[in-house]
């Protein structure tokens, strides 16, 4: 399992359906992150390697998410 935003990423999904498990993702945002980060969109979560990990968390850095982004709907 991975961890990213304090969101633990469901293991048996492919890598571009789990990030959308992270609020302010969805299927066009989390294609274009793993193809930013060069991770197969196909590979489940539980078969990712920590480099792979680390360049997703590199990737969603980029964008306002989780926290950041219900606190500006929020306001």
Same mark, same amino acid.
């Given at each position: 399992? %991975? ?17 959308? %498990? ?14 930013? %980060? ?16 680390? %360049? ?20």
């Amino acid at each position: 399992m %991975a961890r990213i935003k304090n969101i633990e990423l469901p293991g048996e999904k492919h890598t571009c359906i789990g990030l959308t %498990a992270i609020y302010g993702i969805g299927r066009p945002l989390a294609k274009t992150i793993c193809k930013d %980060a060069n991770v197969d969109e196909t590979k489940k979560i539980k078969d990712l390697t920590e480099d792979e990990i680390t %360049a997703l968390r590199k990737e969603i850095d980029k964008y306002v998410v989780e926290g950041d982004l219900r606190r500006d709907v929020q306001m």
